[in-house]
C-alpha cells in the first residue's frame, strides 16, 4: 500500500517566502519514496509524501513551524493511493 501524507500551513502575513523556505529545507529523519512543495494564493504551503506501507504505520511528518510564522494550526491529512483508477461507487 502506499500512503500520501499531506501538512498545509497558512503563513503569517508577509511571511510566505519564509514558511516556503522552511518547509522546502526541513530535512525528515529518512526520506519518503516521493516529496513535493506546492504553494497557493494566501501564502499557504503544502507539502506531501509518499511511503510504502501500511495506512496507519508511523512516518516522520513535518512539525510545526514557529508561532510567529504561522497564521494559523497546520494542517494534516492522510490519503491510501488507489491508483490512476477511480473505483465506481457502489449500486443502491
Known sequence: MTVALM???KA???RGGELL???GAYE???APL???LFRAPGDRVLVI???HGPYDADRPELPDPAPDLIARPVHRWR???LGEEIPEPPEG
Open 7 to 9: 501538512w498545509e500551513a
Open 12 to 14: 503569517a502575513p508577509g
Open 21 to 23: 523556505a522552511w518547509a
Open 28 to 30: 525528515l529523519p529518512y
Open 34 to 36: 516521493r516529496r513535493e
Open 49 to 51: 509524501t509518499w511511503w
Open 79 to 81: 490519503f491510501e493511493a
